[in-house]
């Protein structure tokens, strides 16, 4: 089984992207890495980006996921922490 790490390797190389349906990607993050989704953001084009991490392995994934519901992988890697920044003021950009 390839990495998060290699799979987004592969990808960047290749002239497909890896993508599938969003609950065949999220199944496959969750039991062959033990990603879980961290956060999760809406993109200007209505696709829906999440950061999926190990607090194990620290293996990362991000990945994006279209208003039909398919979900690419964009980049992966490892040593993923989580922060406890104090978040800005409403009044100023962040």
Do not use: H
Not at 12 to 33: H, I, K, N, Q, W
Not at 65 to 94: H, K, M, W, Y
């Amino acid at each position: 089984m390839l990495s998060p790490a290699a799979v987004a390797a592969q990808t960047a190389t290749s002239s497909t992207r890896a993508c599938a349906p969003r609950d065949v990607v999220v199944d496959r993050l969750a039991e062959g890495y033990g990603e879980t989704r961290k956060s999760i953001g809406l993109s200007a084009n209505n696709a829906v980006i999440e950061v999926f991490a190990s607090d194990d392995s620290g293996t990362w994934t991000i990945t994006a996921t279209s208003p039909q519901g398919i979900t690419c992988l964009i980049a992966s890697g490892q040593a993923f922490e989580r922060l406890n920044e104090a978040l800005p003021v409403d009044d100023q950009d962040a």
